[in-house]
């Protein structure tokens, strides 16, 4: 699979902030330039949100796409209306991308309420007795699972994303409405982030793309300022109750099963440290747990505007007046939409044998055990550890560390004074 | 044959980094191609042991050999040791403080649990002295 982070390389210092930041230790500077490994990559985004140097952007389309198709129709991520500030009314957002040119709205709130319902009618579409059942709103949780949890492949709910069952349902009720055939209308999401893109360009469990294009949420943000102002009377294009606009924020679904043992837990730390418990089978006490990679779920998505917790609160002012839920899952509904897909594994280790694994990690120890354990990333990988890993697996040499490097110097020296005239204070004999 | 070999100084009295060995020793064993109820069988012996190293015996050192065939898993302590391995073998019987009771430990389930998870455990302990609990987790191996 291609991900979709996109470096600038004339951009790129080589300061190793990304390598750092990144939850799954795919990225390494080499010749003062990042590179993502993109086997290991889940495209969170931590790398676009933390690069001082805005180096990276994501692979994604521009509305140029619209003259493409007949008919068009966007959805807005549920967290794109969090971005504005003093706005009172879903449906202004929703017209002005009308004036941008699209032939309809349909907030991904739409799927989100579907599947809800569904959820809410039959528990056994989402419980299942004796195992934690993990949620795939988010798409980088579920790579995150296929590479790294792979036991926890049964664990994870067997759905499509709130957005892909919005364009399914979207896509039938336009060439209905329009009598155009389904390949002249182009569907088109507003994204919060690189691991959304990623899902539209290759959806998983569906044999063919279901959205069209991919929009990077702060581009169409600062489009539509303008198209907003001039919005006087909009129609309701919502359609979603409080049920469905209340994804995209940690805690949605929680919310949505107060007799259940729900917990919801966001940022990529706190997400590999639960999927670790629940793979120690350390957690007992949860039915279902809630996983967004982000911090505060979507609304902390690299290609979001606004601050996550503002963004939320923005949301929380916007819902007050809607009814509870507006959209039931019918039976036509249930029928036309597929639900289920197969999550296929990842394979990321590069020894095929027991045997080679063990000498490959045998060997990183044996390195891991002379280094000095400061992880200060100027060998271009995220730790010591990762480091001797690269070494052992052939990416990267010894004397790639600094500290090696100074060694060298030192033993190259035949006078202590000179030697501690060269190496920086840490490495100087104590007086 | 490679052997990987891991040595890791468990801290007694510290309960909230109780459990870091047994993070560290899961991320160098699913490098390793094994058959991941291996890899949680070998999670939950080490696991256990270093829970009791922590609030039975004020913590200790922790070994773990890994080649071909099998996982070894040592934990050597300088506790109090253990008067009767029979009883603590007992499903439920405990002597956790009320501290560890407090946080979540004690239910009597740790040794019952390693024995269960390992091909073999032998312990060797002598009061006053510590106790050294070696576990083998065999890749061949049969036990649940
Ligand atoms: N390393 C040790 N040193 C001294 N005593 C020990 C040690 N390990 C276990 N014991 C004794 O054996 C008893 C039973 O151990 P076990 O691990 O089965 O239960 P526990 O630690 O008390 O509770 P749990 O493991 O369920 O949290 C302990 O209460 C303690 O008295
Ligand atoms: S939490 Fe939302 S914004 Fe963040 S990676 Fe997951 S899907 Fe994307
Ligand atoms: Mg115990």
Redesign the interface.
């Known amino acids: 699979m291609k991900n979709s982070l996109i470096l600038n390389t004339d951009r790129c210092t080589g300061c190793t902030v990304c390598v750092k930041a990144c939850p799954t230790e795919a990225i390494r500077v080499t010749r003062s330039k990042a590179v993502i490994y993109n086997a290991r990559c889940i495209d969170c985004g931590r790398c676009v949100s933390v690069c001082p140097h805005h180096a990276y952007s994501v692979r994604s389309d521009s509305l140029d796409r619209l003259e493409q198709y007949k008919y068009n129709i966007v959805i807005p991520d549920t967290s794109f209306y969090g971005q504005y500030k003093n706005l009172y009314d879903l449906n202004i957002v929703n017209e002005g991308l009308l004036a941008l040119g699209f032939d309809d709205v349909y907030p991904a709130a739409i799927g989100a309420e579907l599947l809800a319902d569904l959820w809410k009618k039959d528990g056994s579409t989402i419980f299942e007795e004796d195992l934690i059942r993990v949620t795939s709103e988010c798409p980088a949780v579920v790579r995150l699972v296929a590479m790294?949890f792979?036991?926890l492949i049964p664990n994870v709910v067997d759905s499509l994303c709130a957005f892909e069952v919005t364009a399914v349902l979207a896509r039938q009720e336009a060439v209905k409405k329009t009598g155009l055939p389904p390949e002249e209308i182009g569907i088109g999401l507003i994204s919060p982030c690189p691991a959304k893109n990623s899902r539209v360009y290759e959806p998983i469990g569906l044999e063919s793309r279901v959205v069209d294009y991919a929009l990077p949420m702060n581009d169409i943000y600062i489009k539509l300022l303008s198209p907003m102002k001039a919005v006087t009377d909009p129609a309701d294009r919502v359609r979603a109750g409080k049920l469905g606009l209340s994804w995209g924020r940690s805690g949605g679904l929680s919310d949505m099963f107060p007799d259940r043992d729900v917990l919801a837990v966001d940022g990529a730390e706190n997400v590999l440290r639960i999927l670790?418990e629940i793979?120690?089978?350390?957690l007992t006490e949860a039915e279902l747990v809630e996983t967004a990679l982000c911090t505060q779920g979507c609304f902390g998505g690299c290609l979001t505007v606004e601050n996550p917790f503002t963004a939320k609160l923005h949301m929380r002012r916007l819902i007050l007046g809607l009814p509870e839920q507006n959209l039931e899952i019918t039976d036509p509904i249930r029928d036309r939409i597929p639900w289920d897909y197969e999550l296929e594994e990842i394979d990321t280790?590069i020894?095929?044998?027991?045997?080679q694994?063990?000498?490959?990690?045998?060997a990183a120890?044996r390195l891991y055990k002379t280094l000095p354990k400061f992880d200060c990333g100027n060998c271009g990988a995220p730790s010591c550890r990762a480091f001797s890993?690269d070494v052992s697996e052939g990416f990267a040499e010894e004397n790639d560390c600094i500290f090696n490097i100074i060694k060298i110097m030192r033993n190259g020296m035949s006078h202590e004074d000179e030697k501690d005239e060269l190496v920086p204070p840490p490495f100087r004999r104590p007086l | 044959?490679?052997?990987?070999?891991?040595v890791y100084e468990i801290d007694g009295d510290n309960f909230s980094a109780a459990g870091e060995a047994s993070?560290a020793v899961?991320r160098?064993l699913?490098?390793?191609?094994?058959p991941?109820a291996i890899v949680?069988r070998a999670?939950?012996c080490m696991?256990e042991g270093e829970i009791n190293m922590v609030i039975h015996a004020d913590g200790g050192r922790a070994y773990v050999d890994?080649?071909?065939e099998k996982i070894v898993i040592r934990l050597e302590d300088r506790g109090p040791g253990i008067p009767d391995i029979g009883k603590a073998m007992q499903e439920g019987w405990s002597t956790a403080s009320a501290e560890a009771r407090n946080s979540g430990f004690g239910a009597g389930m740790g040794l019952p649990n390693m024995k269960r998870n390992s091909d073999n455990m032998k312990i060797e302990t002598e009061l006053g002295v510590g106790t050294t609990v070696t576990m083998t987790i065999l890749?061949g191996g049969e036990a649940s």
């Open positions: 790294e792979q036991d670790s793979e120690d089978e350390k280790e020894a095929d044998s027991i045997a694994a063990l000498q490959l990690e045998a120890e890993r | 044959m490679d052997t990987v070999k891991l993070t899961k160098v699913k490098k390793l191609k094994l991941s949680r999670v939950i696991y890994v080649d071909e890749f």
